[in-house]
């Protein structure tokens, strides 16, 4: 890949874990690591205070210390109408809940290749 040419991430958004890749100079798919260096993310969000949230392995260690702030097989709940949960006062949708993993995978892939990705 050249530094022109766009870069678009797949992302498999799973119920338990999740992964990204991009298509290589080579023409084939490849995985990219997280920013903690696996191939794949827990999809687990663990919610610390009103709008601030980790994402993934740091999420995972808070099941055992703060297991009522931590959301995990969110996934599942999705196109449920009227499914929420609430932290910190703010309600949340799995599609929102989603989004946050997302957000994630995407930082850390910029991040890794160096530029923004589609």
């Known amino acids: 890949m050249s530094e022109d040419d766009e870069v678009v991430l797949g992302i498999d958004l799973g119920t338990t874990f999740s992964a990204m890749s991009v298509v290589n100079e080579h023409g ?21 205070d009103d709008d601030a949230c980790v ?24 196109g449920e109408e009227d499914f929420t949960l609430e932290f910190f006062g703010h309600q949340y949708t799995p599609q929102e809940i989603s989004a946050l993993i997302l957000r994630k995978l995407k930082e850390d892939a910029e991040q890794l290749l160096g530029r923004e990705v589609a």
């Open 28 to 48: 084939k798919p490849e995985i990219l690591a997280n920013s903690e260096g696996s191939a794949t993310t827990p999809s687990v969000v663990h919610f610390y």
């Open 55 to 78: 994402v993934g392995e740091e999420a995972v260690k808070m099941v055992v210390i703060d297991p009522e702030n931590v959301v995990r097989f969110v996934k599942r709940h999705m």
